[in-house]
């Protein structure tokens, strides 16, 4: 005999019970549809100009995060490798700032030596941040004439930036200035000097957001006058990301990015389907105090980090620049 089943009852209860498939443990493990694992994970790491050896600085408004010297930095990283780490962005603070950012793009600048010593005494992939803020001694991303933020004027610096940390060996430059054009002129400089496998990761879509106040904080790079809204994208807007994102890859950008991550989960999901590029998202320093104050203080448990960096994969990041990557390693989340 056949039973005639109407089309609209056949998802529906009795028949469909969708806790059967949350029965118990082992069940949910086989259905677990998105995993972390410890290479979609960068480690992003602050290294300061002067610093000594050994005597590494708490940063305030990051618990448990620290600003190394130069061979500590290397050293936390192989730390971190031996546990499964594969990949470091590196941020640096300089000694001196000018209007200009020289230090930025000085081969001797602490960034090219960080890059220098990570390539010769570890296997990570070296992810440099390429920018202006923490070098210049107004803190803005880019050359500034009376307060205004100068758009192709900076390009030849981070050009001469990236090109820099390309001579020291790092695998991936990323800008994260957002000035219009300047994959495409990185790029350029890249391979007229030969770093044609040198990849960029461009910060393609960066909102002018609040939860980046503790990595201000962190490498002072609070700009003196103004604000970043100008160059990085208003919170409001998700069309523009589709825009900006499409021309950094047109431009040449290898990989793409979303930052910051949790409040732009929407933003993800929307890079990942419409252009299929390896995409990373960062899960920005606010982030990290935001969830961070909260376990310390007992209101949420260790539970919420792993819970927070799942919906940013979730959402479609195939990589995550987090400061929660030695916790993960560690098996502590
Ligand atoms: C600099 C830069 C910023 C971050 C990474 N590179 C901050 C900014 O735009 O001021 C933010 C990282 C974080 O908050 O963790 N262009
Ligand atoms: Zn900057």
């Not at 590196?90 to 001797?108: Q, T």
């Amino acid at each position: 005999m056949i039973i005639k089943v109407k089309k609209r009852d056949k998802m529906e209860f009795p028949v469909t019970r969708m806790r059967r498939l949350r029965k118990n443990q082992n069940i949910r493990t086989i259905l677990t549809e998105t995993k972390l694992n410890p290479e979609d994970f960068i480690y992003p790491l602050f290294i300061k100009e002067g610093l000594v050896d050994g005597q590494k600085e708490h940063i305030n408004t990051m618990p448990g995060q620290y600003r190394y010297s130069l061979n500590d930095a290397v050293e936390e990283g192989s730390k971190l490798e031996e546990i499964g780490l594969s990949s470091v962005i590196l941020f640096g603070m300089p000694l001196i700032k000018d209007e200009k950012g020289s230090m930025a793009y000085n081969k001797d600048g602490i960034v090219q030596q960080a890059v220098r010593k990570f390539k010769e005494e570890t296997d990570l992939v070296v992810i440099t941040d390429v920018c202006m803020c923490q070098y210049t001694s107004h803190g803005h991303c880019g050359i500034i004439r009376e307060d205004e933020i100068l758009n192709d004027e900076t390009l030849n610096y981070l050009s001469k930036i990236a090109l820099s940390h390309a001579e020291a060996g790092a695998d991936i430059v990323a800008p994260s200035d957002m000035m219009d054009g300047r994959v495409a002129s990185i790029r350029k400089t890249l391979d007229l000097n030969g770093y044609y496998d040198t990849i960029i990761m461009s910060y393609s879509a960066k909102y002018a957001s609040s939860f980046y106040a503790p990595f201000r904080d962190a490498v002072c790079s609070t700009p003196c006058f103004g604000d970043r809204k100008t160059y990085q994208m208003s919170t409001s807007n998700s069309q523009e990301a589709i825009r900006e994102t499409k021309m950094d890859i047109e431009e040449g950008a290898d990989i793409v990015m979303v930052k910051p991550a949790m409040p732009c989960l929407d933003i993800i999901k929307l890079v990942k389907d419409e252009f299929k590029m390896p995409t990373a998202a960062y899960q920005v320093s606010g982030e990290y105090a935001m969830l961070r104050a909260s376990i310390d203080a007992g209101y949420l448990t260790s539970d919420s980090i792993y819970e927070s960096l799942l919906s940013i994969k979730r959402a479609g990041a195939d990589l995550i620049i987090t400061h929660f990557a030695p916790e993960f390693l560690e098996g502590c989340i």
